[in-house]
């Protein structure tokens, strides 16, 4: 089985580029199809988030099959808050099967935070947990169980990072947990703080992570000053410097989505300078008309 773009770009040493899309809250498959199509030739692929916020949504493997209709690669995002190894393993065979041949494996976001906060998690195995299951089944064509699978479900593996939470010095570590487990590719928590980041990439070098792993900086552009102040101040382990929220706010509210942009591709700028990353990640919470945009004017388009 031929290798996705997405891993072939990654292989070829080549800058990647990813975007992300939330599917809708409802059975309306043309929300993600019109989302998509803003995407479409500007990007190497595209995350499916999977039920973000504990919200319910349409299923991050259905939404995925409608990009692959398109012609387009998804990433297929799966938590493991709400399934067990029985269902996880068969998801992803399932997942295989429709085209998918990307993934990315979360613990997902508390269910108190989302529309049924009463519900049970399930966390029967953690995200580490599942991104060995994946390579197991990938590698040695066998799931947990030791079961010899008819058709191996050759996934390109990622797991995401958040190098601002802390405590600091264990982010590194996590890391590193991920690397051994077999993750292929790794998308950070979008970049606001350089110094840290900066610092964060050091110490991956330093224990050689960047030559086992693509790393992917995330990067959202901000759409106001009231947007950053809100980040900062209610999104856990996003890190907002002072004064760029004071830039935000120096600026006509007419020209702060313009400013955010700005923002934006200037960071995009220094981080293509940091040795060891492999790429970025594009989130455009429900901004994604300017994803096309923001990669034609940081020099990224077109796509290899």
């Known amino acids: 089985m031929s290798r996705g773009k997405l891993e072939q770009t990654l292989g070829e040493g080549k800058f990647a580029v990813t975007a992300e899309v939330g599917p809708p809250r409802g059975a309306n498959a043309e929300v993600i199809l019109k989302k998509a199509a803003l995407l479409k030739g500007c990007v190497d692929a595209v995350n499916v988030t999977d039920n973000q916020t504990a919200i319910v949504r349409m299923s991050s493997i259905s939404a995925c099959a409608h990009l692959v209709q398109l012609g387009m690669e998804p990433v297929m995002q799966m938590v493991t808050r709400d399934r067990n190894r029985i269902a996880l393993q068969s998801d992803i065979m399932g997942a295989y099967s ?83 487990a077999g993750v292929d590719f790794i998308q950070t928590q979008c970049v606001y703080d350089m110094a840290r980041f900066k610092e964060w990439m050091k110490q991956a070098r330093d224990r050689g992570l960047t030559e086992k792993v693509y790393i992917l900086a995330g990067v959202t552009p901000l759409k106001s000053a009231r947007m950053a102040k809100y980040m900062a101040a209610k999104v856990a382990g996003i890190t907002i410097p002072e004064q760029m929220i ?59």
């Open 246 to 304: 004071t830039r935000m706010e120096g600026v006509a509210k007419e020209h702060a989505a313009a400013e955010g942009i700005k923002i934006c591709l200037e960071t995009i700028q220094e981080l293509r300078e940091i040795p060891g990353l492999s790429g970025i990640h594009i989130m455009a919470i429900e901004w994604e008309e300017k994803v096309a945009e923001i990669v034609k004017a940081a020099g990224l388009f077109p796509r290899p």
């Open 98 to 180: 429709l085209g998918i041949r990307n993934m990315l494996c979360l613990s997902g976001d508390h269910q108190t935070f989302g529309s049924e906060p009463g519900a049970m998690n399930v966390h029967d195995i953690d995200s580490v947990h599942l991104i060995h299951t994946v390579k197991t089944m990938r590698d040695e064509g066998r799931d947990m169980s030791g079961y010899e699978l008819n058709v191996a479900p050759r996934m390109f593996i990622g797991a995401a990072e958040n190098p601002f939470a802390d405590p600091f010095e264990y982010r590194v570590i996590r890391l590193a947990k991920k690397v051994a």
